[in-house]
């Protein structure tokens, strides 16, 4: 796991940390609102790196016939389309198929 990948964990604990010892001290009981602190920063954290996880993997951008391809998630799809399409960079669109959506998690 790199630098980038686990930031979120390191800046939701060490966040979690201090506010947990701050409301500690203000209540006289630092054992229990750190342990608070801790858990909630952590989740936080993970929750942040997850997202930005996906995020990484949606802005990989596709090339096909001199064409980069992005992909959108659509405002209002009809039916039988994806919320989600690769949209180019001259205005097409392709729509994903059925790995490329389990992969991206999508939909």
Not at 62 to 77: A, F, W
Request: glycine content about 12%.
């Amino acid at each position: 796991m790199g630098k980038k990948e686990s930031a979120g964990l390191a800046i939701g604990l060490s966040i979690g940390t201090a506010v947990g010892i701050a409301i500690g001290i203000a209540n006289d009981n630092i054992p229990l609102w750190l342990a608070m602190g801790l858990s909630l920063g952590l989740v936080f954290g993970i929750s942040y790196d997850e997202q930005q996880k996906k995020r990484a993997r949606i802005e990989q951008p596709r090339i096909l016939d001199g064409v980069s391809y992005t992909i959108l998630r659509r405002p209002h799809p009809l039916p039988g389309q994806r919320h989600h399409c690769w949209v180019g960079d001259n205005g097409a669109e392709i729509e994903l198929t059925e790995q490329e959506a389990s992969t991206l998690e999508l939909d």
